[in-house]
């Protein structure tokens, strides 16, 4: 169970009534922390409660009147009452101000630590009514208009920053200040959409222009969903603000351009966002990465390891000295493995160093640098000006060349840990890759003492509901007959979904894995020069699950749908 999240009186409450079981209860508290209402959107789905009959009981509960939200005119209430972003972060909607107290909307009225922080932030007495959690969080979203609606809305009098943004030919446009443009609406719905990705948990926005329309897209939980389509006038308004929060030039249109924006949310919370823009055809496109350094502090549990390849990653980090190497194409989550792994691995008694293309994730503690290989920076240069300071531990971003992958085995063989990624399907054939760079296998045999491979899964959502497959088709998966015992439901995703999932069915990711160390018995087959489908056998004979397995374990404890580790995994 998370430990930030606790049992409210609302919930309680339901218990004791009988509305809801403990087993029911705990089980909303252990899905991932998804929002304001996840636990009470979770409870109406396990428990099948109707959401208008939860809210009565709230109210008569706890003295609360009841109010439907359906008749309230949203353009009446004033703008100002309560920050969006506190509203949405606590699921409450203000609903008006009147001699020194503000009305709000809530969905768990028991709640008293919030309403003493709305007392203390808004400096009014709150009065609390109570409405659906599902009908508030529509709500929500319509009061605060969504970004599309904001910048469809505007004309092209509201956005006149044509001259500003056209005179970019010079380089005083390139030092053109946010002061210059603060008010402008553009800048707002950048913003805008920025924080909505960040809400939204997504992985990536996409800025693409086409001929005949400008879009954007979100990437969340690894699939891509357009979520704005703004007026095709605005592409060049739009791309300049955000060349200019990145430090760009906005004068050079022809090349790509690589930047960063970091966006400060408050006192313990920023968000990094990696910039990069592609002239195409109908002009620039942009792709900013979400960067979340907050990803690297959640611990290795979060990450989906089985209790034993766990226990295999944590004693080879450990170690004084040998290589560490992660494998996965991209978008499998090797960064935030790695960093999650420098994280455990940071204490005042260690001199940590890494090279990456580019740096990522800041943490503090560790030296960081950044390959620039226009300027000679490369990642063989950087591991050698490693080796002449004192490092205890080593990480490089990437294995791409024989030089690189030389040092580092030279490193982890002369008493310091190091830790990489390479891109191959599995850990065995990770073994093969190093050979046909061309190391020697005693090389490779003395220093490599771990490998894991992954995967990104997404994770059922609560609403998820049992699913019948044949036999021949789930034996077909990889299943045993031992498998197929009937102690375990095989769960799918809802076909109509809920609003936590937006109608896909599935909500946030978790991470597939082989986690292989390297015993004796696979390091003579290595220095016997042994390919990938031997190494593979001997891996299978020491019980080393490979991908396709450790995503059915993850399809026998509910996490995930059989087609999901079809999609990801390869037999």
């Given at each position: 169970m998370?430990?930030?999240?606790?049992?409210?009186?609302?919930?309680?409450?339901?218990?004791?009534?009988?509305?809801?079981?403990?087993?029911?209860?705990?089980?909303?508290l252990?899905?991932?922390?998804?929002?304001?209402?996840?636990?009470?959107?979770t409870?109406?789905?396990?428990?099948e409660?109707?959401?208008?009959?939860?809210?009565?009981?709230?109210?008569?509960?706890?003295?609360?009147?009841?109010?439907?939200?359906?008749?309230?005119?949203?353009?009446?209430i004033?703008k100002?009452?309560?920050?969006?972003?506190?509203?949405?972060?606590?699921?409450?909607?203000p609903l008006?101000?009147?001699?020194?107290?503000?009305?709000?909307?809530?969905?768990d009225?028991?709640?008293?630590?919030?309403?003493?922080?709305?007392?203390?932030?808004?400096?009014?007495?709150?009065?609390?009514v109570?409405?659906?959690?599902?009908t508030?969080?529509?709500?929500?979203?319509?009061?605060?208009?969504?970004?599309?609606?904001?910048l469809?809305s505007?004309?092209?009098?509201?956005?006149?920053?044509?001259?500003?943004?056209?005179?970019?030919?010079?380089?005083?446009?390139?030092?053109?200040?946010?002061?210059?443009?603060?008010?402008?609406?553009?800048?707002k719905?950048?913003?805008?959409?920025?924080?909505?990705?960040?809400?939204?948990?997504?992985?990536?926005?996409?800025?693409?222009?086409?001929?005949?329309?400008?879009r954007i897209?979100?990437?969340?939980?690894?699939?891509?969903?357009?979520?704005?389509?703004?007026?095709?006038?605005?592409?060049?308004?739009?791309t300049?603000?955000?060349k200019?929060?990145?430090?760009?030039?906005?004068?050079?249109?022809?090349?790509?351009?690589?930047?960063?924006?970091?966006?400060?949310?408050?006192?313990?919370?920023?968000?990094?966002?990696?910039?990069?823009?592609?002239?195409t055809?109908?002009?620039?496109?942009?792709v900013?990465?979400?960067?979340?350094?907050?990803?690297?502090?959640?611990?290795?549990?979060?990450?989906?390891?089985?209790?034993?390849?766990k226990?295999?990653?944590?004693?080879a980090?450990?170690?004084?000295?040998?290589m560490v190497?992660?494998?996965?194409?991209?978008?499998?989550?090797?960064?935030?493995?790695?960093?999650?792994?420098?994280?455990i691995?940071?204490?005042?008694?260690?001199?940590?160093?890494?090279?990456?293309?580019p740096?990522?994730?800041?943490?503090?503690?560790?030296?960081?640098?950044?390959?620039?290989?226009?300027?000679?920076?490369?990642?063989?240069?950087?591991?050698?000006?490693?080796?002449?300071?004192?490092p205890?531990?080593?990480?490089?971003?990437?294995?791409?060349?024989?030089?690189?992958?030389?040092?580092?085995?030279?490193?982890?063989?002369?008493?310091?840990?190091?830790?990489?990624?390479?891109?191959?399907?599995d850990?065995p054939?990770t073994?093969?890759?190093?050979?046909?760079?061309?190391l020697?296998?005693?090389?490779i045999?003395?220093?490599v003492?771990?490998?894991?491979?992954?995967?990104?899964?997404?994770?059922?959502?609560?609403?998820?509901?049992?699913?019948?497959?044949?036999?021949?088709?789930?034996?077909?998966?990889?299943?045993?007959?031992?498998?197929?015992?009937?102690?375990?439901?095989?769960?799918?995703?809802?076909?109509?979904?809920?609003?936590?999932?937006?109608?896909s069915?599935?909500?946030?990711?978790?991470?597939?894995?082989?986690?292989?160390?390297?015993?004796?018995?696979m390091?003579?087959?290595?220095?016997?020069?042994?390919n990938?489908?031997?190494?593979?056998r001997?891996?299978?004979?020491?019980?080393?699950?490979?991908?396709?397995?450790?995503?059915?374990?993850?399809?026998?404890?509910?996490?995930?749908?059989?087609?999901?580790?079809?999609?990801?995994t390869?037999?």
């Amino acid at each position: 169970m998370n430990a930030k999240r606790h049992i409210t009186g609302l919930m309680r409450a339901l218990v004791h009534a009988g509305w809801v079981d403990e087993g029911q209860l705990q089980s909303a508290l252990a899905q991932p922390d998804e929002g304001p209402f996840g636990v009470l959107l979770t409870l109406i789905t396990i428990a099948e409660l109707s959401e208008k009959r939860l809210a009565h009981f709230a109210g008569e509960q706890f003295g609360i009147p009841i109010l439907d939200l359906d008749a309230v005119d949203l353009d009446k209430i004033p703008k100002d009452l309560l920050d969006r972003e506190l509203a949405f972060k606590h699921g409450v909607l203000p609903l008006s101000r009147r001699k020194g107290k503000t009305v709000v909307a809530m969905a768990d009225p028991s709640q008293v630590e919030l309403l003493d922080a709305l007392r203390f932030q808004s400096g009014q007495t709150i009065e609390p009514v109570v409405v659906p959690a599902k009908t508030l969080w529509r709500t929500l979203n319509e009061f605060f208009q969504s970004a599309a609606d904001a910048l469809a809305s505007l004309t092209d009098e509201a956005l006149d920053l044509s001259a500003e943004i056209e005179s970019s030919e010079d380089t005083a446009a390139s030092t053109l200040s946010d002061e210059t443009i603060d008010d402008a609406p553009v800048v707002k719905f950048i913003n805008k959409i920025l924080f909505d990705a960040i809400n939204e948990g997504a992985s990536d926005i996409h800025f693409e222009p086409y001929e005949k329309h400008y879009r954007i897209r979100f990437r969340a939980d690894g699939v891509l969903r357009e979520v704005a389509r703004p007026p095709l006038t605005f592409k060049d308004k739009i791309t300049a603000r955000i060349k200019i929060m990145a430090r760009l030039d906005i004068s050079e249109r022809r090349v790509p351009q690589d930047g960063r924006i970091k966006l400060v949310l408050n006192r313990q919370k920023a968000i990094d966002f990696r910039v990069s823009t592609l002239p195409t055809l109908w002009g620039e496109k942009i792709v900013m990465r979400l960067l979340d350094p907050s990803s690297a502090m959640l611990g290795i549990d979060a990450l989906g390891y089985e209790p034993d390849q766990k226990a295999a990653l944590l004693e080879a980090i450990h170690r004084p000295y040998g290589m560490v190497l992660v494998t996965g194409p991209t978008g499998s989550g090797k960064t935030v493995s790695l960093y999650t792994c420098l994280n455990i691995l940071n204490q005042p008694d260690v001199n940590i160093s890494t090279a990456e293309d580019p740096v990522e994730i800041n943490l503090p503690g560790i030296n960081q640098v950044n390959i620039n290989e226009k300027t000679g920076l490369t990642f063989a240069s950087a591991l050698r000006a490693f080796l002449r300071q004192d490092p205890d531990i080593i990480m490089v971003g990437e294995i791409r060349d024989l030089e690189t992958a030389d040092i580092a085995v030279k490193a982890a063989q002369t008493g310091h840990l190091v830790l990489s990624t390479l891109h191959t399907n599995d850990a065995p054939s990770t073994l093969d890759r190093l050979r046909l760079m061309g190391l020697p296998p005693f090389n490779i045999a003395s220093s490599v003492i771990l490998i894991t491979a992954q995967r990104l899964a997404r994770r059922l959502c609560a609403c998820k509901v049992p699913q019948e497959i044949p036999k021949p088709a789930l034996l077909a998966a990889g299943f045993t007959e031992a498998d197929l015992d009937g102690s375990w439901t095989l769960f799918g995703p809802n076909p109509k979904g809920c609003e936590r999932c937006h109608g896909s069915g599935y909500k946030g990711r978790v991470g597939i894995y082989e986690v292989m160390p390297i015993s004796d018995a696979m390091r003579e087959l290595i220095m016997t020069n042994a390919n990938a489908l031997e190494l593979e056998r001997q891996a299978r004979r020491e019980g080393i699950r490979n991908l396709r397995q450790s995503g059915l374990l993850k399809v026998k404890q509910g996490v995930t749908s059989l087609a999901e580790v079809l999609a990801v995994t390869n037999d």
